[in-house]
């Protein structure tokens, strides 16, 4: 059963980059078959999707966030990794990890999530 | 960007009714449309994949059709677990969620 947790700080300062990790068990991140991604939810908003990367090389951002957004992998340790730079407080939400799953045949989709951490963006 | 648009936001209705949620997508995405539902203070759940595939798991109450840009996710039969927001999510272009339906006991 494949698991994923993300993990990293919980309170980040303005103008500060919030940095977060999301450690995969239960399966290798290098399979080539998955996107790994990241997703996030302010407090009673809907879902905004940051941004996903391919461990055959590759990575995809969310037009909106794309100039403070890096996705990194690193596959000795099973993680991926979210960096988000100069941060204010409407970054503050609940950051999810994902696997995107799909063929040349089924189109993609979320089948495993980390539980999702808070971080709040504030002086 | 493709934008994706729920209705309705929100929605009450009673144990044992049929419930449809609407997706509509701006532009085509052929069946690049899956369907989550998500409980307060726990992440998405997959429902649908590929407009009507139901993922392994979850009851047959839970249907969804469409393709192009209009999309339906319907539960025949409301059971109390259900009350839920219900989100749709593209994969054509990047990924891309609706904002979100809110159903609520009656």
């Known amino acids: 059963q494949v698991q994923l947790q993300e993990s990293g700080p919980g309170l980040v300062k303005p103008s500060q980059t919030l940095s977060l990790t999301c450690t995969v068990s239960g399966g290798s991140i290098s399979s080539g078959r998955y996107y790994w991604s990241w997703i996030r939810q302010p407090a009673g908003k809907g879902l905004e999707w940051i941004g996903r990367?391919?461990?055959?090389?590759?990575?995809d951002y969310n037009p909106s966030l794309k100039s403070r957004v890096t996705i990194s992998v690193d596959t000795s340790r099973n993680q991926f990794s979210l960096r988000l730079s100069s941060v204010t407080a409407a970054d503050t939400a609940v950051y999810y990890c994902?696997?995107?799953?799909?063929?040349?045949?089924?189109?993609?989709?979320?089948?495993?999530w980390g539980q999702g951490t808070l971080v709040t963006v504030s002086s | 960007d493709i934008q994706m648009t729920q209705s309705p936001s929100s929605l009450s209705a009673s144990v044992g009714d049929r419930v449809t949620i609407t997706c509509r997508a701006s532009?085509?995405?052929?069946?690049?449309l899956n369907w989550y539902q998500q409980k307060p203070g726990k992440a998405p759940k997959l429902l649908i994949y590929a407009a009507s595939s139901l993922q392994s798991g979850v009851p047959s109450r839970f249907s969804g059709s469409g393709s192009g840009t209009d999309f339906t996710l319907t539960i025949s039969s409301l059971q109390p677990e259900d009350f839920a927001i219900y989100y749709c999510?593209?994969?054509?272009?990047?990924?891309?969620f609706g904002q979100g339906t809110r159903l609520e006991i009656k």
């Open positions: 999510q593209q994969s054509y272009s990047n990924s891309g």
């Open positions: 990367i391919y461990t055959g090389g590759g990575t």
């Open positions: 994902a696997r995107f799953s799909g063929t040349m045949i089924v189109p993609y989709y979320f089948d495993y």
């Open positions: 532009q085509s995405i052929s069946v690049y």
